[in-house]
C-alpha cells in the first residue's frame, strides 16, 4: 500500500483499542478513525 493510502480494520477483539494504537505509533501510522460496532470496534489507517 502506497504511503497516505487508507485501510479500514474491523475486530472483535476487544484489547485492539490498545493494539492497533500502538501498532500505530510504533509504525509510523496515522489512526484517523476509530468507531465501537455492535461485535466490536473498526479502525481507520492511514500508512506513514
Known sequence: MPRGGR???ET???L???DIPAF???N???LVETEAT???HRFL???G
Open 7 to 9: 485501510l479500514w480494520l
Open 45 to 47: 489507517v492511514e500508512r
Open 12 to 14: 472483535t477483539d476487544p
Open 28 to 30: 509510523g501510522h496515522l
Open 16 to 18: 485492539a483499542v490498545i
Open 24 to 26: 500505530c505509533n510504533e
Open 38 to 40: 455492535s461485535d466490536g
